[in-house]
């Protein structure tokens, strides 16, 4: 049973454009919600990460919106670079249980020039 | 800082054998989880350790094994291999198993050991 749905599967961005990731998640257990960035031939790095307090939180050109009624939670990147080009999952987890994420099936994202 | 390290990178095995997979978290970090990755089934949880026990577990058969020793290195054992066990298999650290401390409990994964299962 898949717990966190993620979409769009792949993604194709230009330099400069916003990249929108979403995710809906099913478990009301679950409340934190990291977002890991992989590299090919790279294990995943945490990128960003939120808890249901708060609906929104930024850093650099990353943004995480949550919306805990929907069980809804998006990631946005702004001012998209060819850098930016990896794929993306979204993860959650039950405080205490940190460590047991459920991630998303991830969504490859492409910047172009 | 030493970032954490899987070892052996790459392997091919054949059906029946056995493997096993070693990680050394980054120094300081007590808690180790394994997860498997594939492109049907994408990343999941096998196990994780903390302080030599295994504290959570995820829905793979017996065959995947587990076990922490006391410097906080990790090895993971699959036997009797299937074709479906080609996977990459990452390794992630961390400081505790909990979010209870904000930031104590970033998972820094390896760059994971890709088994090929003939």
């Known amino acids: 049973q898949q717990q966190v749905k993620q979409s769009p599967q792949s993604l194709i961005v230009q330099k400069g454009g916003i990249s929108i990731i979403n995710c809906a998640y099913e478990?009301?257990?679950?409340?934190?919600f990291p977002w890991y960035q992989q590299f090919p031939g790279k294990g995943p790095a945490l990128l960003i990460a939120?808890?249901?307090?708060?609906s929104e939180k930024k850093e650099g050109r990353f943004t995480i919106s949550f919306n805990k009624s929907a069980k809804q939670f998006s990631l946005h990147i702004m001012d998209s670079q060819p850098g930016d080009s990896a794929t993306y999952f979204c993860?959650?987890?039950?405080?205490?249980?940190?460590?047991?994420?459920?991630f998303g099936t991830g969504t490859r994202l492409q910047v172009t020039l | 800082k030493a970032g954490v390290t899987q070892t052996p990178r790459y392997l091919i095995k054949t059906r029946g054998q056995q493997v096993t997979l070693s990680c050394s978290p980054i120094s300081g970090h007590r808690s180790v989880s394994w997860y498997q990755q594939t492109p049907g089934q994408g990343l999941q949880f096998l196990f994780e350790?903390?302080?030599?026990?295994?504290?959570n577990k995820g829905n793979f058969p017996g065959r995947f094994s587990g076990r922490q020793f006391s410097n906080s290195r990790s090895e993971m054992n699959v036997s009797t291999l299937e074709l479906g066990d080609s996977a990459l298999y990452l390794c992630a650290s961390s400081l505790t198993v909990s979010v209870q401390r904000a930031g104590a409990n970033v998972l820094t994964f390896g760059a994971g050991s890709r088994l090929t299962v003939l």
């Open positions: 993860a959650a987890t039950p405080t205490g249980t940190a460590s047991k994420l459920t």
């Open positions: 350790y903390f302080s030599e026990t295994q504290r």
């Open positions: 478990n009301t257990a679950f409340d934190y």
């Open positions: 939120i808890r249901p307090d708060v």
